[in-house]
């Protein structure tokens, strides 16, 4: 009987499967995630209230009595209308095609970025197996992957880096590389310790500082993440792409928009682009940033 390397070998000698194989699967992750990124942040929240009553004692009969609600629970339904979808309602991007963005029960409209997500999670995942070849390791990278996606549109939401999905990402990219993956192991443990001191170095010289909170623990968490899985080589990099993309969003963002300095913007996009980026082409980057600042 084969074993899964073969299989991988002889689906990927015959591309016209390999492909569309792979991008059904993708659309498939990308529908899960748009679940992961709409109830997790919420989730969080009800355990939080439950903590809290809990911290300050209160009696058992005022406390709130949270209705069950997690990934799998309640199952896919239309938040206007409640009606529940249908199996032929729920196929990642086609059904918002078929449907021309509407509720097939009520015609409410369904939020585009359901259909973006699941088509960015397409491209990408396809873009990382071009870019790095069709093998196993590269496969095992989609984790990664997947996971920046929603880490990265989570935030944008909510200015939240949720623990359950960096912990388990740092974890997940020491013992990928453990495993020969992408970089030695003494490399990745490094990165993730690098990786997590390096902005709280940051955190706190800007808070003795100024007196301000610059970032929150979720972006140090999410870059030892990083650098769990690429290695601390490939830390500057991603915190000069990083930087120099947050301060030109920053900038445009004040001065087109008016917004106001004090107004937080999200990290974690812009690391998780960096991350993306460096994954594919980090080498280059290397050599492309040390010819730029004369090394």
Known sequence: MPDFSQLLSQLVAQPWL????????????????????????????????CDC??????????????????LSFPGSHCPKCDHALRVRDNIPLFS???????????SAPIPVRYPIVEGMTLVLSLVT?????????????????WSLIALAVID?????????????????????????????????????????????????????????HGMGYGDFKLLAALGAWLGWTMLPAIILLSSLVGAVVGISLILFRGQGRDVPIPFGPYLAA???LTLWWGTELQIFWYRLLGF
Not at 59 to 67: I, S, Y
Not at 136 to 144: P, R
Request: proline letters at 6%; aromatic letters at 14%; one cysteine or more.
């Open 129 to 145: 197996v071009v870019t790095l070849g069709p093998t196993l390791t590269t496969l095992a990278t989609l984790l990664l992957v």
């Open 156 to 212: 944008l939401d909510t200015q939240l880096l949720p623990d359950s999905i960096t912990l388990p990402l740092i974890w997940a990219g020491l013992l990928f590389n453990y495993f020969a993956g992408l970089v030695p192991f003494d490399t990745a443990f490094w990165g993730a310790v690098a990786g997590y001191l390096s902005l709280w170095g940051v955190y706190h010289l800007f808070r003795i500082l100024t007196g301000k």
């Open 274 to 276: 960096a991350g993306l």
């Open 96 to 106: 918002y095609l078929f449907l021309k963005g509407r509720c097939a029960h009520c």
């Open 18 to 49: 390999f492909y569309p194989t792979l991008a059904i699967f993708s659309l498939c992750v990308g529908s899960f995630l748009n679940v992961v990124i709409l109830r997790l942040p919420r989730m969080m929240e009800q355990q939080w209230r």
């Open 53 to 70: 009553e809990e911290l300050l004692e209160v009696p058992e009969g005022q406390r709130t009595d949270p209705k069950r609600f997690d």
